[in-house]
Every structure is written in C-alpha cells, then in structure tokens.
C-alpha cells in the first residue's frame, strides 16, 4: 500500500483521478478539519472553488457512532426514518440530540466561515473531500445535506477507506472515488506519513486562500499558478514551489529551518497573501527529508544561508525573475539563516522579514546586514520576542519590530497570522518596489 506524505500530498494524488471533472460546474467541499488540507489541493487542481461543508450526524443516544439523521447550514435537516422506527426514538430524546448539535454546528460556522456566506450548491456537482473514511457516518451525513441543498451530483472523494466505501456509500453519493482499500483497514491515519491534527487556524487559513485565489476577476483560470521546481544548491537537489503572477514587482524567498517549508499552510497562507500582492514567491525546502532528521542540521544557519545564497543565483538566472528585486521570509531558525545570506557579498536582497524567528541565531553577522528588516514576534511569546528585541538593538541596518498581540509562537489564534501576513506585504512592498 501506498503512504502519502501528508494531506497535501494526498490531495494532489486524489485531484489526478479527479480529473474528470475540470470543466464542470464543480464545488470542492472540504469536512473540517483534515479534510480541508486534502480538499484544498484537488480545487487548485480542478481550478474550482473551495468550501468547508459543515455538519452534524444525529446520533443515537447511547450509540453515537449509529446516525439517525443529520443536520447541516441553512437549517438542513434529514432524517433516517428505519433507523428512528428500528430504535424506537422519542420525539424527546430526538429533540434533545439535535438541540446539542445546532449549537455546535453554530459554533463552528462562526468559526471557520466567519462573515462568509457558503457557496451555493443548486445545479453543481458537489466533491465531498475527507482525509479518509473510518466509520463513515459523519461523511454520509455530508453527502446527504449536499443534496439536500440542492446539489445536482454529489461525489465523495477520499485517499483512504476500508474496502466496502463504495458499496456503504451507494445511497448516498452519485460515485465514491477511493485511492487506498488496504486490507486488514485500522485507522485512517495508516495512510499517512505524517498525520498530525490539523488546527481550526489552518483551516481558515486555507480557506481564506482559496477565496483569495478564486475570486479573481474572470474566474480562477486568471489566478497565478503555483508550479514545482527543483533546483541545485550545494550539490543537492531541492524542491520548491515558484509562482509568479502578471507583472511582478518582486520575488519572495521562504526559509524555514525545519517541517516542509513549501506545505506549511501558514508559509503558503503567507504566499498567497504576497502574490495576491503583485509579488512572486518561492516556497523552498532547504533541507532533505534524510537531512532534516539530524537536528544539528535545521540550527546549521551558514549550511542554510549558503544554500539560500544558491537558491538567489538561481533565481537571477531566471528569465521570469532575473530582473526582480529579491526579499528574504524567514520563519523559526530560516529567520536567522535569512538574514546570514542577506549579508553575503554576493547578493543583494532588498528586505527581509522574520515571523516568530531567531535572529540572534545569527550572532555578529546581524552587523553585516545592510538589507531592512522587519521582525514580527507574537505578543505572549515571550522568550522569543526578547531575543528579537536583542537582536533589533544590534543591528546596524533599518530594523523594526512589529509585535502581534494576541499571537503565540506558531500564530494559530484567531486573525494573527493574518495581520502577519499583511504586516510582511507591506514591508516588501515599501521596500522591493523601491528598487
């Protein structure tokens, strides 16, 4: 059986079966939270919008996992009549169950829709998208409020599922597309190399760009295109993602010392913000998957500056970059490493900007940066923000500090990794369209 390295890597796989339907009238719908990620990916791919279907399965009492109807925005609601005959329900135990779940599904679309309206399903095919199936029930749910709400064709769309999905799902999807039936079937997450949970801050992000990319004037086929590359630095062949969009004023290079830099949801919520933006961005893995698991080598700044001072030589040979000024976004230890490379002799980088960095880690270089610099710290990370307040104090060149008050390390609460990202386009757009 095949693994996929994460949801993104899933989602690419699964948009390749789903190829069938570019061209029709499709919504994506992503179940929160991990079948967003996966979602996201097969809407790019099929250039069709994004959207989180939000509902609730109405489970027996005492046999939560047993559906007897679910709930679902717009005050949808669908019963299964055998199994309320089949349990004898009450009408008061019924009532008591669905009071339950209206809240919390109140409360979820407050926070993952926030202000916006769902997209309307009457007459499109809606693509159903989880990371997997386990028992099923809250998918089935899915697929019976899409249809409720009037989709015309519902598909359910999975990379992994026990080897029955399709033939569970006959009465409620219009065609179930699995990737992955692996026997014996234990958990969705044997399917994965890295199944970690995804954040409600993750989902939004996603969310966010995806609005951002298909709402476009004459639709998505006009959003800037992400395309993968690979390149040489140091002898090592890295990979990226590398989208420019019409006429661009600059180019944004991300350094992160450690994870995948070009599937971080919040390095690539960050991108879209800055190509959105008029500015190109290159979301790069510094390092090898074999490389990444020595430690020593995501706090090695000068191996990750020399690399990135490769990655810029590349980009200057470029015909679609060659002439771009160049800015530098670096986040954890790619902070410090970010501004070792903008010091070197050999290139010029207009603007660097760090998110919840370590700009310390680059000791008596911080002197040698000439490049203005803007250090976004979250407001209750406090060992951190000392240190990028240390850092500021010794540098020579134009440094500011932009604390994000509610923020932690990472920017997962509500909103902050939105003002981050819009704190860093305004620096390199001050600073990259002064060139």
Sequence with gaps: MRQFDDRADAGRQLAQRLGFLRGHDVVVLGLPRGGVPVAFEVAVALHAPLDVLLVRKLGVPLHSELAFGAIGEGGVRVTNDSVVREVALHEREMAEVEEAQWAELRRRVRRFRGDHAPIALPGKIAVIVDDGVATGATAQAACQV????????????VPIGASDTAERFADYADEVVCLETPIPYFAVGQGYRNFNQTSDEEVVALLDRARARFATVGGADEAPRDREVRLTAEGVSLVGLLTIPDRATGVVVFAHGSGSSRHSPRNRYVAEV?????LATLLLDLLTP???????????????ARRLVDVMAWLAGLPDTA??????????????????????PGVKVSAVVSRGGRPDLAGDTLLEVRAPTLLIVGGRDDAVLELNRRAQAAMPAVCELAVVPAATHLFEEPGTLQQAAALARDWFLGHLGQQ
């Design 323 to 344: 002439a771009l000024p160049v800015g530098l976004f670096g986040a954890s230890t790619g902070a410090g490493a970010a501004l070792v490379a903008a010091a070197h």
């Design 274 to 278: 800055l190509t959105q933006a008029g």
């Design 290 to 304: 074999e490389e990444e698991r020595d430690r020593a080598n995501v706090f090695d700044l000068a191996l990750l």
């Design 146 to 157: 899409a249809r409720a709400q009037g989709a015309s064709g519902v598909i359910l769309a």
